[in-house]
T-cell receptor, first 113, second 113 residues
Framework: AQTVTQSQPEMSVQEAETVTLSCTYD???????LFWYKQPPSRQMILVIR??????QNATENRFSVNFQKAAKSFSLKISDSQLGDAAMYFC??????????FGKGTKLSVKP | EAGVAQSPRYKIIEKRQSVAFWCNPI?????LYWYQQILGQGPKLLIQ????????DSQLPKDRFSAERLKGVDSTLKIQPAKLEDSAVYLC???????????FGPGTRLLVL
């Protein structure tokens, strides 16, 4: 079975600081993708960043970057220079063999001014 | 480019009533997904379509839930009869192909009283 675990139900960061959200996963597949999605309150799910398992280089999208540790099955998200608009639920997701996403329970990020 | 459209945005019904949700995917997207997101949890796949065929409906409670995607474009998800535990946000997502990046609609928030 494929699983995704987010062990931090809530996190808080000061504006302009850096925060790291944790995610671990389990899969028996060798070729897979990992994603971080952002879900602002009452708004739709938005893709933040994705990582292809066969690529050793960590993905980066502006202020967002990941630390992908394939052997440890770890996939953390780092947000640099946090902004008030970053406040949201963040979901880590693993793409299953047929394309569907398997999500973790999410981490609620608060940004303090 | 228009995103994934869903309607209605909110629905309140009493238990044992029926309800239907509609989804219009991004134009040209062959794969369509319905997810159920219960409060405090990550989305869980209900059903996945490839064009107008079902790829995976293993987690769809078939005694009360049904879904169709006639003509391979729009899709409807129906619940009949609804139970209290069906209260959730129902998310529709689409991707260009089966293992492509998924784009989500705004969701339909269902409250069953």
């Amino acid at each position: 079975a494929q699983t995704v675990t987010q062990s931090q139900p809530e996190m808080s960061v000061q504006e302009a600081e850096t925060v790291t959200l944790s995610c671990t996963y389990d899969t028996s597949e060798s070729d897979y993708y990992l994603f971080w999605y952002k879900q602002p309150p009452s708004r739709q799910m938005i893709l933040v960043i994705r990582q292809e398992a066969y690529k050793q280089q960590n993905a980066t999208e502006n202020r967002f970057s990941v630390n992908f540790q394939k052997a440890a099955k770890s996939f953390s998200l780092k947000i640099s220079d946090s902004q008030l608009g970053d406040a949201a639920m963040y979901f880590c997701a693993l793409r299953g063999s047929q394309g569907n996403l398997i999500f973790g329970k999410g981490t609620k990020l608060s940004v303090k001014p | 480019e228009a995103g994934v459209a869903q309607s209605p945005r909110y629905k309140i019904i009493e238990k044992r009533q029926s309800v239907a949700f509609w989804c219009n995917p991004i134009s040209g997207h062959a794969t369509l997904y319905w997810y159920q997101q219960i409060l405090g949890q990550g989305p869980k796949l209900l059903i996945q379509f490839q064009n107008n065929g079902v790829v995976d409906d293993s987690q769809l409670p078939k005694d009360r839930f049904s879904a169709e995607r006639l003509k391979g474009v729009d899709s409807t998800l129906k619940i009949q009869p609804a139970k209290l535990e069906d209260s959730a946000v129902y998310l529709c997502a689409s991707s260009l192909y089966e293992r492509g990046t998924q784009y989500f609609g705004p969701g339909t928030r269902l409250l069953v009283l």
